[in-house]
C-alpha cells in the first residue's frame, strides 16, 4: 500500500490534460485549487499505515490472499460493508470533507458483479478481464474514479436521439484489439488526482442504444481524455494564500471535473461492457445503492466536525449553555446519527450476488441518500442558525492583518474572554466552507439526485406485500358483520 507521500508522487508521474479557468495546468497537483483535493486523498493512504485503524482501513483481498487498502476491497461479507461505513465516518472525522475514493471502490464492486452476471447470460470474458484490472488496482494502490454521469444534453430523450450523439459517452469505433469512446462525463468526483477513471453507463439501454452501454477504465492520462476543473463556492480564495478565508487545507467537497473523451482508444483488456444495454441499468443500481449508503458514513463524519465547530464557536459566542443552542445541538445530533443508522442497516441487511460480493439493502441504501439530501440543509441551518450572521459577513485576512484596521477588527471581533479571535475565525470560516453551495448541493445530487431515490424506493417497497398485510389485518374482503 502507497504512504500519502507515495500516492501523490505517484501522481505526478502522470501527464494528465488538466484546463482551470481557461488554462492549461502543467502541474496540476499543485495548483492551489487542486492540491488540498490532492492532499485530502493522501490522508485515505496514510490512514491506512496506522496500526490504530487497520481493522477499518485495510482488508485482505480475496483475490491475491495480500493486505490491501479497503479502497480496493471487494464487499465480501456484511462485515466488510459495516467497516467500510465505519472508514467513511472516520475519514471524514480526519478529513471534515470529501475524500473522493469511495466512488471508484463502489465501481469496482458493481463491475465485479455485473461482469459475472453478463458473462453468465452471454458468454462473453469481461470478468476475468475485470479480475485482472482489479488485482493491478490492489497491488499497486491505485486511487480509481467512478465516472457515471453523462452531460445528458435534452433530457427528455434517449441517448441515441440527441441532436448531438455525444451528449452520452458512447462507442464510436471498434477496432481490432479495443474500442474508440467518445462523449463528456461530468460531476466527476476525485477523477484530476486519480489513476485511473472508471466509465460507466449512466442508465439502462434498449437495442437501439447500445453503443451507449460502455464500461471500461481509462488512465487520466489516456490520449484525447481532457480534464476540466469545475468551480467551487469561494474557490478563488484559495488562490489568494492559504490563510484563515481558505478554510481547512483539505477543500471543499470532492474537487468535481468534467471528462472529455475525444474518440479515445480503450484497449480490450480495459473494456468490461461493450454493447451490453439490458445489464446496463443493473450495473447502475448495483453501483448507486453502495454509493448511497455511503453517505450516512461520510456525511456522518463530516458532520462530526461541523458540530463540533459549531458547538465551539457558541462557545466563543457565550450561548453555548443557552438551552436552546443545546436544542439545535442536540437536533443535529440526531440527524446525523440517524443517516449513519440507516448506512450501519443497508450494510447489516445485506445480501450476497451471483459473483459473490455483497449489496446494501437498496431500500434503505436509498432512504439513507434521501434523508441526506434533507438533514444535510438542516443540519446547515442549524449551524447557520447557532452561528449567526457573521457566517457570512466576516471581513477578509487581508483586513484582519491590515496596519490600520486589523487591531480595529480583532478587538471588535472578540469572542468570549480567553478565547482567540484567530481561532474564531477559523471555525465560522470553517462552517462557512461546510455549508457552502458547492456542499449543499453536493449532498443532494451526489451518488444520484433526490427524485432517482425514491424510485428505487417505490420499486423496493413492495407495495402489494403491504397490501396484502393491510388486507389480513384489517379482514378486508371478508363480508360486512
Ligand atoms: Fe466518498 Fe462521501 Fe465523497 Fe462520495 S461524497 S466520494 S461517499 S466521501
Redesign the pocket.
Known sequence: MMTGREYVESLKKMTPRVFYKGKRLDRPYDHPAIAPHVKTAAVTYDLAHDPKHADVMTATSNLTGEKISRFTHLFWSVDDLVRKIAM?RLI?QETGT??????GLDGINALWSVTFEVDRAKGTGYHSRFRTFLKTLQREDLMSAGAMTDVKGDRSLPPWQQADPDLYVHIVGRKPGGVVIRGAKTHI??AVNSHEILVMPTLGLPPEGADYAVACAVPIDAPGLSVVFGRQSNDARKEEGSGVDCGTPFGVV?GESTLIFEDVFVPDARVFMAGEGDFAGLLVDRFAAW?RA??GG??AGNADVLLGATALLAEVHGTVKNTVVKDKLTEMIHLVETNFAGAIGSSALATKLPAGNWLVDPLLANTVKQNVTRFVYQVARLAHDIGGGILSTLPSDADFESDEVGGLLKKYFAGKAGSSTDDKRKLIRYIEGMTSVSTLV?ALH??GSPQAQRIVMLRQARLEEKAKLARKVIGLGKGEK
Open positions: 467513511l471524514g470529501c475524500f473522493q475514493r469511495c466512488v468526483t476525485g470532492g454509493h455511503n453517505y461520510c456525511k453536493e451526489g451518488a
